[in-house]
T-cell receptor, first 115, second 107 residues
Framework: KAGVTQTPRYLIKTRGQQVTLSCSPI?????VSWYQQTPGQGLQFLFE???????NKGNFPGRFSGRQFSNSRSEMNVSTLELGDSALYLC??????????????FGEGSWLTVV | EDQVTQSPEALRLQEGESSSLNCSYT??????LFWYRQDPGKGPEFLFT???AGEEKEKERLKATLTKKESFLHITAPKPEDSATYLC????????FGAGTRLTVKP
């Protein structure tokens, strides 16, 4: 059974640009959540989607957005990139919406470097 | 405020030297406590989910336990391949992660 797939794995962007990251969940999983991981802040929750609706959102500025498609695949977008947005962006999927206590399974992440 | 605190930050063990990692938490309504292992440059790999105080789960050299305020990840006779960062997370309405324990096992 294929795991969570994230693309691209590595990318370099310039300050002020925007970036879109993609995530394909485990087959049958309907919830997708996104996290940002940095050495200083650790793993921080960005947002969660279930049935194409954002169910929960972390404490990040509006430059961070996402969406989920009818096949449960998800994308996140960061506009007007800042140097501080350099991080590992992790996507995770679970069977049901997160607050049900379901286990979430992570992809390998997308490494974003902003220069 | 809900918090998840892991200790120690880093742990160095000799191969075969058993030890425990701690995850203490304060959340209003626990819906699950999760342990993950993360290798450098990779996404977290799921290890265990615990739901209620007194619950225990085992997998190879690892055993996770849960009380009302903390969880322990016991590592018995570790091997060098157990070297990784171990992350604890708790779920109430949000998913909150601890900062992790960086484990190094020397041969």
């Amino acid at each position: 059974k294929a795991g969570v797939t994230q693309t691209p794995r590595y990318l370099i962007k310039t300050r002020g640009q925007q970036v879109t990251l993609s995530c394909s969940p485990i087959s049958g999983h309907r919830s997708v959540s996104w996290y940002q991981q940095t050495p200083g802040q650790g793993l921080q929750f960005l947002f969660e989607y279930f049935s194409e609706t954002q169910r929960n959102k972390g404490n990040f500025p509006g430059r961070f957005s996402g969406r989920q498609f009818s096949n449960s695949r998800s994308e996140m977008n960061v506009s007007t990139l800042e140097l501080g947005d350099s991080a590992l962006y992790l996507c995770a999927s679970s069977l049901e919406v997160g607050n049900s206590g379901n286990t979430i399974y992570f992809g390998e992440g997308s490494w974003l470097t902003v220069v | 405020e809900d918090q998840v605190t892991q200790s120690p930050e880093a742990l160095r063990l000799q191969e075969g030297e058993s030890s425990s990692l701690n995850c203490s938490y304060t959340v209003s309504g626990l819906r699950g406590l999760f342990w993950y292992r993360q290798d450098p440059g990779k996404g977290p790999e799921f290890l265990f989910t615990l739901y209620s105080a007194g619950e225990e789960k085992e997998k190879e050299r690892l055993k996770a336990t849960l009380t009302k305020k903390e969880s322990f990840l016991h590592i018995t006779a570790p091997k060098p391949e157990d070297s990784a960062t171990y992350l604890c997370a708790v779920r109430d309405n949000d998913m909150r992660f601890g900062a992790g324990t960086r484990l190094t096992v020397k041969p």
